[in-house]
């Protein structure tokens, strides 16, 4: 499995738009990129999914350079309620769905 | 629609002594994964289940056994509990295997003492 590194930690403030890197040098062919979302006392929540060049939805943006070797999320103006661990994971999704945490970064928002 | 859910939420108990988790799947899911979550950490994933079998496995000792029931709840047993099992126990569900998007329960907090 690919090995993920995330910042620990990242500060922002509300409206500003937050991009968290995540660097994944060994990613295989067939390796999804995902991201997932967590709350305090809560359990994760998926938040997008890429292989390759951009992928958009609702809540966010993740951006994969030619190399994949790393990945952006991008979290547009934020809000407080954005604050939350982030979770980069790497893996086939073919394999199962065996999910590989690694530490997160810990996003705060502050007003 | 009811997503995930686990019972108990909280949970106390003493080493040496032995605990079972229960989880219920987001409604039309046929998958079960179980996650233990130290305070601090990332959810390590423990066991899948998939018709009623043990699918995969992470690294964890044969003390964390699991079952699936034919309506697709499941639960997690822990024998012999040490101090080091003290963690946020995290459920998630998918329909089918080899589905990255996973849903997961609010967790069950154990506290060994």
Known sequence: LAKTTQPISMDSYEGQEVNITCSHNNIATNDYITWYQQFPSQGPRFIIQGYKTKVTNEVASLFIPADRKSSTLSLPRVSLSDTAVYYCLVGDRGAGNMLTFGGGTRLMVKP | ?113
Request: glycine share 10%; with cysteine; aromatic share 12%.
């Open chain 2, 1 to 113: 629609d009811a997503g995930v859910t686990q019972s108990p939420t909280h949970l106390i108990k003493t080493r040496g002594q032995q605990v079972t988790l229960r989880c219920s799947p987001k409604s039309g899911h046929d998958t079960v994964s179980w996650y233990q979550q130290a305070l601090g950490q990332g959810p390590q994933f423990i066991f899948q289940y998939y018709e009623e079998e043990e699918r995969q496995r992470g690294n964890f000792p044969d003390r964390f056994s699991g079952h699936q029931f034919p309506n697709y709840s499941s639960e997690l047993n822990v024998n012999a509990l040490l101090l080091g099992d003290s963690a946020l126990y995290l459920c998630a569900s998918t329909p089918g295997t080899g589905v990255y998007e996973q849903y997961f329960g609010p967790g069950t907090r154990l506290t060994v003492t």
